[in-house]
């Protein structure tokens, strides 16, 4: 099973908004709302930010929101700040066997 | 608090074995799913096995199956990865992360340890 797709790279301004996709297929993103996404900064543990397409963890900044629209879900992180500049990964349940996959991540940079 | 406290990495040869240990506090380790996931040097995570709180239900990726076995104790709180086998492409830090109610609801991870498989 191939990671799901993600942009390696995305940029924006302090107090814009961007949007991060997650590609994957029929059979896994575009079959369960069991996506979720996590934020990593350089030698840190991931840190979660989405679980099942839209629902923030306790303590998550609502800045953070999740979507999905068919076989694509979304991250977006509007009101940029400094300390958003990280990586971003998104993951999927896949089936009972392999459970879990993980996109291949994207690097935000706050210019 | 809950914390999750990974141990056991380093450095190993080609062929050789490592046990890693994920020993966990704050919550009620025997009523979580918990899992462990990797991610080599500069590269994305990879999720690598799920082990159910009462153990009877273990899943592994495809790049490990049959190399690596996950057990627990959960009157320890403790989490094991014995890995066997091993090869240049697990070299990684390795994570232990705890499942909120279904995957890939991964709610607390431990803050990881480095295995490298180098001659």
């Known amino acids: 099973q191939s990671a799901l797709t993600q942009p390696a790279s995305v940029s924006g301004s302090p107090g814009q908004s961007i949007t991060i996709s997650c590609t994957g297929a029929?059979?896994?993103?575009?079959?369960?709302?069991?996506v979720s996404w996590y934020q990593q900064h350089p030698g840190k543990a991931p840190k979660p930010l989405i679980f099942e397409v839209s629902n923030r963890p306790s303590g998550v900044s609502n800045r953070f929101s999740g979507s999905k629209s068919g076989n694509t879900a979304s991250l977006t992180i509007s009101g940029l700040q400094a300390e958003d500049e990280a990586d971003y990964y998104c993951s999927s349940y896949i089936n009972n066997r392999s459970l879990v996959i993980f996109g291949g991540g994207t690097k935000l940079t706050v210019l | 608090e809950v914390q999750l406290v990974e141990s056991g990495g380093g450095l190993v040869n080609p062929g050789g074995s490592l046990r890693l240990s994920c020993v966990a506090s704050?919550?009620?380790?025997?009523?979580?799913?918990i899992n462990w996931v990797r991610q080599a040097p500069g590269k994305g995570l990879e999720w690598v096995s799920s082990m159910s709180s009462d153990s009877s239900s273990i899943n592994y990726a495809d790049s490990v199956k049959g190399r690596f076995t996950s057990s627990r104790d959960n009157a320890k709180n403790s989490l094991y990865l014995q890995m066997n086998s091993l090869r240049a492409e697990d070299t990684a830090v390795y994570y232990c992360a705890r499942v909120l109610e279904r995957h890939p609801n991964f709610d607390y991870w431990g803050q990881g340890t480095l295995v490298t498989v180098s001659s």
């Open positions: 704050g919550f009620t380790f025997s009523s979580y799913n």
């Open positions: 029929s059979s896994d993103v575009g079959r369960y709302n069991l």
